[in-house]
């Protein structure tokens, strides 16, 4: 089969400790060599000077939206946005129609990732059946199928004791459950984050605390299973306060942060102009917070507390979002930004490159065990899955929602000038996306 | 028809929409203010009519119930000779699923120069406004604003108080939830008044007190402290669904704490003036005998609507021309 050589990068994985300016070798899919000044073997070479060469990007969070809403994308168009966005390993959330509730909607699901899908995709399966949040769905037999995590996504589970033993059930089947922390009492029809821009645009507010009180909750339940609990996109100071108090207490808690909730905050909403633009692009559930919250993000990663960046990357049609604030359907278009938005983070100083990369390659692999699943997965080792990512931190680009592969152009960086981008990405050792030749 | 010439040049209008107070200047409601004396006059003529707008249509697209601002908007289209059309969504096509983009764009192919706009959603306006060439009035959106209102309550603390620097106004009630509240506390911040939005804590806002950049707003659960020598008080209405969602116990203890009765009213400046934007609650927000009493300028505020929305228009539609 193939050879392909990546040379003169700066190869970074984090998790073996690697960061040096080396020379990357894949034959037949597997990465067969790291080392300085290897010789071509009359495969493809890729110059990589200037650049970082990292594992494949691994997202514990994407919705798809097939089957059910293709209008707002497919396996197809969202998994080429992965493609693009560096990501060769995502987790599908299960809040498709049907959703995956039992052996065979999963087969049929699984059937048209195997014909559709660009990058490698792993399903999740739901907490409940039809994710209603009363009966349990076929948790063992979901396993069995292939998910890697149960989730009723956007719906957080709220009977507490049903919580309790979809946990201990999950684990027992040696998957991860991921929880989307929030109290809907709480939130109470809520569409931004509760407090200044709330107040000033007349929008009703999700309070912190609906996210703190959860999370709270679900920690207590992890800690009474001993189950592995992985909390889902934490946005809030005192949320990501208590999870690192249950990691430093042993409980086997992992989180993720979004990109956009490391970026962004409720600001977005209102706009930059003098009038308020009640930017529907902005609204995502969990909100975008404050500047507190986000500056509390930053420091998590940066220290380690957070295990995965997770895009939640969400489609929507046109339709969704052209419409009032409280009508528009929650969700950011994140794939093709993460990397931009990111990097340009690490540029400002504000985030450590290689804590950036280990939660965007190993932290995730390692939060769900994703790597008996494919040897090698968000890393480069030799014998290990040949899925790599070559990064051009310094290059400066303006988002452009129309150039999206995913059909959901639903960004609120529109416009936006982002430094840093993904250059060329490899699955199983073939090139599979490459940005137009960098002139630098 | 009467004198058509009225005296403030609406040239000196900059804007394309009317959407909140917020971001407008001293200069800006200076002028609708001056504008609306002009309005006033013409209203007290025996012909309350003048031909201004003639060939400019107005349409009126509420999306929520109304019975003051839309009844006043019309009158005041029609006394400046504009053609009126009014729209509600029951029995339009917005009841078939047309969404607000495609309304909007219907209207402005229609030919609507201006359109005045009320929703219960908070922005809609905005984004109507950024849909169409019309101009758009802000006829009251969800919690989020109702500039005509606060312009028109202005309106009315001016003719009896003159200047509002250092006038102390207390607005009482579900200020959370209100767009009367926001869009009179930024108009009054302008104007340069000491503002207190009081209510139960349930229903105060945290943090817009501190976004004034004047700074003269505070908020309080303690309505009898706050009435102690004021110029103003205005009552708001309260929707008795906060009792269902338990923001507040029960009516009956509203009254108790927030009811602007004649023993709070005794608290207050002499010769205070007594407001609500309507449709009142009887016997909630304001009791019966204070409503109807003296001090209450609750009949001129809807007066003075006319008015002041016939400035609005005459200014938004100079910038049409």
């Known amino acids: 089969m193939s050879e392909l050589l990546i040379r003169g990068g700066r190869v970074l994985v984090p998790a073996r400790g690697i960061d040096a300016l080396l020379d990357v070798r894949a034959r037949d899919g597997?990465?067969?060599?790291?080392?300085?000044?290897?010789?071509?073997?009359?495969?493809?070479?890729?110059?990589?000077?200037?650049?970082?060469?990292?594992?494949?990007?691994?997202?514990?969070?994407?919705?798809l939206r097939e089957p059910g809403f293709e209008q707002k994308g497919t396996i197809a168009t969202e998994t080429e946005a992965a493609l693009r966005g560096g990501f060769t390993t995502i987790c599908a959330m299960p809040n498709t129609e049907p959703a995956p509730d039992s052996a065979p909607v999963l087969e049929a699901l699984v059937e048209r990732l195997a014909r559709d899908a660009r990058v490698r995709v792993f399903p999740i399966g739901s907490v409940t059946r039809r994710r209603a949040g009363k009966e349990l769905s076929e948790i063992a037999e979901l396993a069995a199928g292939g998910c890697v995590a149960i989730s009723d996504d956007g719906n957080p589970v709220a009977d507490g004791r049903l919580m309790r033993n979809a946990l201990a059930l999950a684990s027992a089947a040696g998957m991860v459950l991921s929880e989307h922390c929030d109290d809907p009492e709480l939130n109470d029809g809520g569409v931004i984050n509760e407090g200044r821009v709330s107040e000033r645009l007349g929008l009703a507010?999700?309070?912190?605390?609906?996210?703190?009180?959860?999370?709270?909750?679900?920690?207590?339940?992890?800690?009474?299973?001993?189950?592995?609990?992985?909390?889902?996109?934490?946005?809030?100071?005192?949320?990501?306060?208590?999870?690192?108090?249950?990691?430093?207490?042993?409980l086997p808690v992992t989180c993720e942060v979004t990109p956009s909730h490391l970026f962004l905050t409720e600001d977005a909403v209102a706009g930059p102009g003098p009038e308020p633009a009640y930017d529907t692009n902005a609204r995502v559930n969990p909100p975008l917070r404050t500047e507190m919250d986000r500056l509390a993000?930053?420091?998590?990663?940066?220290?380690?507390?957070?295990?995965?960046?997770?895009?939640?990357?969400?489609?929507?049609?046109?339709?969704?979002k052209l419409?009032?604030?409280?009508?528009?359907?929650?969700?950011?278009?994140?794939?093709?930004?993460?990397?931009?938005?990111?990097?340009?983070?690490?540029?400002?100083?504000?985030?450590?490159?290689?804590?950036?990369?280990?939660?965007?390659?190993?932290?995730?692999?390692?939060?769900?065990?994703?790597?008996?699943?494919?040897?090698?997965?968000?890393?480069?080792?030799?014998?290990?899955?040949?899925?790599?990512v070559v990064l051009e931190p310094g290059r400066e680009w303006t988002v452009d929602a129309a150039a999206m592969a995913s059909k959901g152009?639903?960004?609120?960086?529109?416009?936006?000038?982002?430094?840093?981008?993904?250059?060329v990405v490899v699955v199983g050792g073939e090139v599979r996306w490459e940005s137009e030749e960098s002139d630098g | 028809m009467a004198d058509d010439t009225l005296s403030p040049d609406p040239g000196s209008w900059r804007r394309k929409d009317l959407l909140d107070t917020d971001t407008l200047s001293r200069e800006e409601i200076a002028l609708v203010l001056k504008t609306a004396e002009a309005m006033a006059e013409v209203r007290s003529r025996p012909m309350p009519k003048v031909a201004?707008?003639?060939g400019v249509t107005v349409v009126t697209l509420f999306y929520e119930q109304s019975t003051r601002t839309r009844a006043s908007f019309e009158v005041a289209g029609k006394a400046m000779g504009a053609d009126v059309v009014n729209l509600t969504a029951s029995g339009s096509s917005v009841e078939k699923g047309e969404s607000l983009v495609d309304t909007v764009r219907t209207l402005e192919a229609i030919g609507a120069d201006i359109i005045v706009m009320r929703h219960s959603k908070s922005g809609a306006p905005a984004l109507a406004a950024r849909t169409t060439k019309a101009r758009v009035v802000n006829g009251g959106d969800g919690q989020h604003a109702h500039p005509t209102q606060a312009l028109l309550d202005v309106f009315t603390m001016q003719?009896?108080?003159?200047?509002?620097?250092?006038?102390?106004?207390?607005?009482?009630?579900?200020?959370?939830?209100?767009?009367?509240?926001?869009?009179n506390l930024w108009v009054l911040m302008a104007l340069g008044a000491d503002v207190t939005l009081a209510g139960p804590a349930t229903l105060l806002p945290q943090t817009l007190a501190g976004a004034s950049e004047a700074g003269r707003c505070r908020t309080t659960t303690d309505f009898d402290s706050a009435i102690e020598g004021a110029d103003v008080v205005m009552a708001l209405r309260i929707q008795k669904e906060r009792q269902a969602t338990g923001l507040i116990p029960s009516l009956r203890d509203y009254i108790r704490g927030y009811q602007l009765n004649e023993t709070r009213l005794a608290r207050a400046k002499p010769g205070a003036l007594v407001m609500h934007p309507g449709p009142k609650n009887e016997g909630i927000e304001v009791a019966p005998s204070v409503a109807a009493g003296a001090a209450s300028v609750i009949d001129e505020q809807v007066a003075n609507g006319v008015a002041v929305r016939m400035a609005v228009l005459y200014l938004m539609a100079g910038r049409a021309a």
């Open chain 1, 205 to 250: 507010g999700q309070p912190a605390a609906a996210e703190v009180a959860a999370i709270a909750r679900n920690i207590a339940l992890c800690d009474a299973t001993g189950a592995r609990l992985h909390i889902a996109h934490v946005t809030t100071a005192r949320g990501i306060e208590l999870v690192a108090g249950a990691k430093a207490r042993g």
């Open chain 1, 409 to 423: 152009k639903n960004t609120p960086l529109q416009g936006a000038t982002l430094t840093g981008r993904v250059r």
């Open chain 2, 159 to 183: 003719q009896h108080l003159g200047d509002l620097a250092g006038k102390r106004v207390v607005i009482v009630g579900d200020i959370l939830h209100s767009r009367v509240a926001r869009s």
């Open chain 2, 52 to 54: 201004t707008l003639r």
């Open chain 1, 30 to 63: 597997v990465v067969t060599e790291i080392g300085a000044a290897l010789e071509p073997a009359g495969g493809r070479v890729i110059d990589a000077e200037g650049c970082i060469v990292t594992a494949g990007f691994v997202d514990l969070h994407a919705h």
């Open chain 1, 297 to 320: 993000l930053v420091h998590a990663l940066n220290e380690g507390t957070i295990d995965a960046i997770a895009t939640d990357h969400a489609p929507h049609a046109i339709e969704d």
């Open chain 1, 323 to 388: 419409c009032e604030f409280d009508y528009a359907a929650p969700g950011i278009a994140c794939f093709e930004t993460a990397a931009g938005t990111l990097l340009t983070q690490v540029a400002r100083g504000e985030l450590q490159l290689s804590r950036v990369i280990e939660a965007l390659t190993s932290g995730p692999v390692l939060a769900w065990g994703l790597d008996s699943r494919e040897k090698g997965l968000g890393s480069i080792e030799p014998g290990g899955v040949a899925d790599i």
